[in-house]
């Protein structure tokens, strides 16, 4: 499901991006057709035209809705300011906690025990 919407999407944003060579590559396709019967300028066989004035508006008319997709609507758009002031302030003292000591401490017991538990090894060196 989650990839099909993801190339959907991904083919969407390709056909946009593209339009442009879209409309070019339609018109080197049917160019025949476009200069027989959509040319602006058929009547005018001199201009040797080949229906580039229709391809022409066609890629103006792109571009213009590309512009107006781009662009923001300015007419409707408005600019809220927001300020906020303080009106009252809360005073904030800190209260002073007592320290709690959850361990009781002997400064003898600790290292007498810990000395029989961690010794470097002994070995002898014959020689």
Do not use: W
Request: proline share 7%.
């Amino acid at each position: 499901m989650k990839s099909t919407v993801t190339i959907a999407l991904l083919l969407v944003m390709l056909v946009q991006s593209f339009s442009k060579v879209f409309i070019v590559l339609d018109y080197q396709a049917n160019k025949n057709y476009i200069a027989e019967f959509l040319c602006v300028n058929k009547a005018k066989p001199q201009m040797h035209c080949n229906g580039q004035c229709y391809l022409k508006k066609q890629l103006q008319k792109a571009e213009q809705q590309e512009n107006q997709s781009t662009t923001p609507n300015l007419k409707h758009a408005a600019e809220i300011t927001l300020f906020c002031q303080h009106l009252f302030s809360l005073p904030f003292t800190p209260v002073p906690l007592p320290v709690q000591h959850t361990f009781t401490y002997l400064p003898g017991v600790a290292k007498a025990n810990l000395r029989f538990i961690f010794h470097p090894p002994q070995f002898t060196v014959l020689a």
